[in-house]
């Protein structure tokens, strides 16, 4: 049951090294999508910008021309300069995200980057909330470490109460005595020994208590891990449903 309890362990790490990993190329891709949407809200508002100064212009010539009075080319003027205001923000909240995106993958904050491959829209398929619940958790990685180290605090567990069991040693050997070049005897010695952990039940009785407690620990937190899953699914789902509608 120890060693049974090592290997899950063993896989347990493993499993939590896997979803560190998934963390991080997960976090370096939400970064490198709102990078990208940041790019085109500058390019949506530098494309209002023009629109709004040829608006500007037109005002003007037509103000020139006597069609329209001073307040036109006064209200035109103002969205211009407004305009101009949200181009800046927009802007800077651009570097804001390069720079982070920079941070995430190990570049200078200074490093001067260009997002080079776009994320064209394209319609996701829904998957029924059954299927993606057993898709979750067939690969997500911390489901997985809670499954190993459910298994390995079992391992534990049976362990602990097997220590209060007798156990019988055997100890022996069998070799030859004598002088170099002279006659040889025999030798050999057995012994057992039967050991009964009578005065040691109390702190078995801990350390099983102790393993127990872990395991319902373990458990709960499995049960809380499915539920939030479920959740972060659900949700996840009538995200998609609601942006798929307002598109």
Do not use: C
């Amino acid at each position: 049951d120890a060693l049974f309890a090592v290997h899950d362990e063993i896989k347990a790490v493993d499993a939590q090294t896997a979803s560190s990993a998934g963390n991080v190329i997960l976090e370096v891709g939400n970064l490198y999508l709102q990078t990208l949407a940041a790019g085109t809200q500058v390019d949506m508002a530098k494309s209002l910008l023009r629109s709004d100064k040829t608006a500007l212009d037109h005002a003007q010539d037509a103000h020139e021309a006597g069609t329209v009075a001073g307040i036109s080319v006064l209200r035109a003027n103002v969205a211009y300069q407004s305009q101009q205001q949200a181009v800046l923000q927009v802007e800077n909240a651009f570097e804001k995200a390069k720079i982070q995106l920079n941070r995430a993958i190990g570049l200078a904050p200074e490093q001067k980057i260009r997002l080079t491959q776009a994320s064209p829209y394209a319609d996701l398929k829904v998957p029924p909330l059954e299927a993606a619940v057993q898709e979750a958790f067939t690969h997500r990685h911390d489901y997985r470490t809670l499954e190993s180290e459910i298994r390995a605090a079992k391992m534990e567990e049976r362990a602990e109460s097997g220590l209060r069991f007798p156990s019988l040693v055997f100890h022996g050997n069998w070799g030859v005595t004598g002088v170099s070049g002279g006659l040889f005897h025999e030798t050999w010695a057995a012994e057992g020994t039967l050991q009964i952990p009578i005065f040691d039940e109390a702190k078995f009785r801990g350390d099983h208590d102790v393993a127990q407690a872990q395991v319902n620990e373990l458990q709960s937190e499995f049960a809380d891990l499915k539920q939030k899953i479920d959740q972060e699914l659900r949700d996840s789902i009538l995200d998609v449903q609601t942006a798929t509608q307002l598109l």
